[in-house]
Structures are given as structure tokens and as C-alpha cells.
């Protein structure tokens, strides 16, 4: 679904442009609605003073709707300054109000700072500052300004006088023109294209935790000066599952050089990979649907720019039977039969999988008592879910990747049921806060990821900069994973001459291994997907992701080994 028109029943929607050069030439597409808005003339003419890299953008909420104003310069002779303003919806579903004390938030203002700023009172800044907050997601000032920052959303009217602006945002804002110093002509910067879901399918924190992954990796490489001499940029768009094909063209459309993709429906993401196709932008993603490698792999002519992070969803399958042998051997489970019941995703059941899964679970020696498939999402009725499991009555249920909403009503209709019966989950649970959300309900629950953070030094220092960042804990993947894939796409910016050769992208990520905080990328597995192990056959353990998995004990994630 599209974002909602902001425009009032009745009147057009805003574009405007204002062009000026230093001889003191001036076009307007507009004279009207730049003479009731003189600040942004004279945000233009301080620009003409300024050497500012690339476009720089953001909102303004003069008369009560909402534009995004974008300020480009141009480096040849004579200078031109083009200022174009176009009306958008609100990032984050904040008011115009909400906007400019985010910007003041992440300007680094106090609350009472707030308050003078805007002339409201302290109970109202702060009213505000809890609203912005709550909206956002996040639990930070810090974490307010990262997002900002990533969204472009610094809003005017603010003193931006007083505030701690990003530094291309602060040379065409702050007063004190100066003449530019001649400079050598810097690199054209590298952008990222990210794209996370809205609506039913964001549905639980994961995306939230792997934007915010992939912008703390952005501005890392950016502190460090770049790659390879270039500056590193990046633009956010959110989508539900049916803008997603149009989502993606608009960001190709920008000319971003890779675009990393949120977990959506297994068809809607097919279909945005076809708009990247003719321009050869790689598109990484971490979902597991068999759907999307097997397009891969299948159509490497046309998807050869796609690259999966993970194992695909049979992974969970394998390790879910590997794992009730391990228990059973141990000693640590006692089951009184070999009766296993199985549900998927119906998003991403196919005869194909099914077949699989059968075959899987008549050589590992189980009987196979309940098979179904179920909506990841709102429709299943989880009580009757859980009434044809009692009277099935398997010794252990696989539960499939389901969002956090979904996997607490199952939890909650099968309480008695997990008296007796083991209930095998995945990915869920690895969310930041997952057992204090969940509390007594989660305790013995066992999960398993394909692509989640052991130990080390490496995910030490992660995590202390997720927490600095953010406010909270990165948990057990999906952060990781997308500050990873950042880190991954570096590596292969690196070694090609320029970053829009995508011919040579695609030759490193094929063949390049790359040592994450989650693990190692290799994109050997069929469909230019991950591997697992050791559920992939004859898989080297220093090339794959190790497929974790946990029982949860008072609270606890206990890995159980691999």
C-alpha cells in the first residue's frame, strides 16, 4: 500500500524550484510560493557560498503541510544553485510538531532547550519528546538522530543556530557565508539503498533492528572516510508489500550502487528484484523463502544481482530433526514416541518444500503425524492449530518462522500442550527483550537461527556500539546480520575500480568470503544463498553461518551446541 496522499482534498500537490547563480540570475517556477517562504531564498543564496558534496536535503513544515526541500549545486562554471521543494508524507508517522523536536532531539537539545526553542512549555516539549520516541521505535537521543539523520527529516522552523547539524546540512543552514577555498575534485560518493516494510509485514522488531544495523555499519564507514576514497551515502524507504516492486524502481531510479532489502512476503520480494535487473544493482537480502534462491538459481541471467544472506528455510527443518537427536542421545529429552508434527509457512510452502521435508523426516527415522500449513501473519487460528496437535500428539512440533505476535498466541494456546511435547521454533526469539516481553511463556522454548552472533571479540565490540547507538541490546541476529552485509558490500567496493561495476561486484561477492560479526558470507549455496552448517552438506565450517540453537531457561538463552 502506498503512503497516504498528504495533499487536503482540493489542492494541488506542492512543486516548486528556485534556481540562482552568482551573477545574480534568478528562475523561479513560483514567485508566489517562494515570497511567503523568504528562508528557503535565503538558504539558496547562502548555498552559493558553500562547497557542499552532493544534494542535500530536508523538510520544511512553513504553513502547515509538510515539503522536502532539496538543495543541489553545481561545480562547473557559473555555479548554479537549483532548490527544489516537493510536498511528502511524515517519516514515522510524526506530525509536523513531532518533527521539529525530533530535530531539536537530535540536534542534542535538552527537553527545557526544547521548550525555549519552540515557545511550549516544558510539559509539552516533553509530551513531545515521549511521542517521538514512542513513534520512532527507539529508545535514545542517540538513536533519534541516527534515524533522523538516515531519513533526512531535520525539519524547519528550527534554530538551527543551536543545534549539532550533519556537517553537508549545517554548511547551506548556518549563517557566516564564506567564499570557498578551490579544492580537488572529490570521488563520486557511494549510496546504499535500504528498503524495510511497513504495515502488517513489520509487523515484531526485526526490521527495525536490521535498518538500524545497517546504519550504524554506514556510519562507520563514513567516520573512516569512506571506501576507497569515497564518501558513503544512503537513502531509507519503507514499504508495504505491494509498493515494494515500486519502492524499488524509485530507488534504482535514484541511482543508489546496492540496495539492501528487509524481510517482506516471499512474492512481493520476488517481484522487486525484477526492477533492479536491467541496471545489475546488487540487492542482498537475508529472508529464506526456497522461492527466491530457486528464482536465483534458475534465472541467473536475470537475478544474478541477487545475493541471500542465509540457508534457506529446509535449513530449519534439517536442524530441527539434527537437534531432537542430539537431545535424545543425551539424555536430555525423553520423548515416549518418534511422532513429530510439522507446520510452514503457507507464504512459502511449495510442493518442492513439502517434498523435502517429508523425505527429511523419513530418514531421520520420525513418524510424521500432522502436517499443515499455516499464516504467518493474522488469519490462523492458533487454538484450533493447537487442538489438532493434541489430539495428533507428537512427541515435538516444528514451528516455522513466524513474527513475534503470531509465535506468543501459539505460546499461549499451547501451554498444556508443552507440558508433554517439545515445540521448536526459529529467528523469533533472537529479538532484542524477547523473554522479558514474553516471560513465563517463553521458558523452554527451543529455537534455532541460521544466522545469529556467537561469541567473540568482533561481536563485543558490535554490540557496545548498538548499545551505544541505540540505547538497547542488538540481540542474537537480525541487527547483526544487516550490519554485516553492509560491511560486505565495503569489501567488494573495494576491490572493484568503481563502485557502479557491477560485473566485478557480482565476481567478488561470488567468490570472496567475508568474516562477520554473524558469521561467514559466501554466497555458494544454490541460488547465491549463505550456508549453514553443518546442515548444508560438505560444508567447510570457517565458509558458513553456524545454525545456532537455544533453549530458553529463566529468562536465559542457552545455546544448546551445534
Known sequence: MAAPDPTPPGRRPVFAFLELTPAGRRYVSDGRFFAERPHLEAVARHALTRVVEGPVSFLDSHGGFLTRVTVDTTTREPRTVRLEVGECPAPLGLTNRELQVATCMAGGMTTPEIAAALGCTRRTAATHVEHVLDKSGVRSRAAVATLVTALEAHTLPVPVGDLVLPPALAEILVSA????????????????????????????????????????????????????????????????????????????????????????????????????????????????????????????????????????????????????????????????????ALLVRRSTSTEVLAERLFSAVEAAGWELVLAESVDEQETTSWPAVVERLERAAPDA??????????????????????????????????????????????????????????????????????????????????????????????????????????????????????????????????????????????????????????????????????
Open 177 to 340: 557565508p564564506r567564499h570557498p577555498a578551490p579544492s580537488p575534485p572529490r570521488p563520486h560518493p557511494i549510496t546504499v539503498g535500504l528498503i524495510y516494510p511497513t504495515g502488517p509485514a513489520a509487523s515484531g522488531a526485526d526490521h527495525r533492528h536490521m535498518r538500524q544495523g545497517a546504519l550504524l555499519a554506514l556510519e562507520e564507514c563514513d567516520r573512516r572516510g569512506g571506501v576507497a576514497g569515497r564518501r558513503v551515502r544512503f537513502r531509507v524507504a519503507e514499504a508495504e508489500p505491494d509498493a515494494l516492486p515500486e519502492a524499488m524502481t524509485e530507488m534504482i531510479a535514484t541511482g543508489v550502487n546496492a540496495v539492501l532489502l528487509g524481510n517482506q512476503p516471499a512474492a512481493a520480494a520476488r517481484a522487486a528484484m525484477e526492477p533492479a535487473a536491467e541496471a545489475g544493482t546488487p540487492v542482498l537480502h537475508s529472508m529464506i523463502a526456497p522461492a527466491l534462491t530457486e528464482a536465483v538459481h534458475h534465472n541467473p541471467g536475470s537475478l544474478g544481482h541477487v545475493f541471500q544472506a542465509t540457508a534457506d528455510e529446509t535449513a530449519y527443518l534439517r536442524g530441527f530433526l539434527r537437534t531432537l537427536g542430539q537431545l535424545r542421545r543425551s539424555g536430555a529429552w525423553r520423548p515416549a514416541g518418534h511422532k513429530i
Open 397 to 562: 512440533v516444528f514451528l516455522p518462522v513466524v513474527p513475534e505476535p503470531s509465535l506468543r498466541r501459539f505460546l499461549e494456546a499451547s501451554v498444556d500442550l508443552r507440558r508433554r511435547t517439545l515445540v521448536h521454533t526459529a529467528w523469533a526469539p533472537g529479538t532484542p527483550g524477547f523473554t522479558e516481553r514474553l516471560g513465563p511463556l517463553a521458558e523452554g522454548l527451543v529455537w534455532s537461527t541460521v544466522v545469529g552472533v556467537r561469541e567473540s571479540a568482533m561481536a563485543a565490540s558490535f554490540a557496545r556500539s548498538y548499545q551505544t547507538a541505540y540505547g538497547i541490546p542488538p540481540g542474537l541476529g537480525a541487527a547483526a546480520v544487516h550490519y554485516d552485509l553492509v560491511h560486505v558490500l565495503a569489501a567488494a567496493w573495494a576491490s572493484a575500480d568503481r563502485p557502479w561495476n557491477y560485473r566485478d561486484i557480482h565476481r567478488h561477492l561470488r567468490t570472496t568470503p567475508h568474516h562477520g560479526v554473524a558469521g561467514t558470507y559466501s554466497f555458494t549455496g544454490r541460488g547465491q544463498r549463505g550456508l549453514a552448517h553443518p546442515d548444508d552438506e560438505a560444508t567447510d565450517p570457517h565458509l558458513a553461518h553456524p545454525h545456532l540453537t537455544y533453549r530458553i531457561e529463566q529468562g536465559r538463552h542457552r545455546l544448546l551446541g551445534l
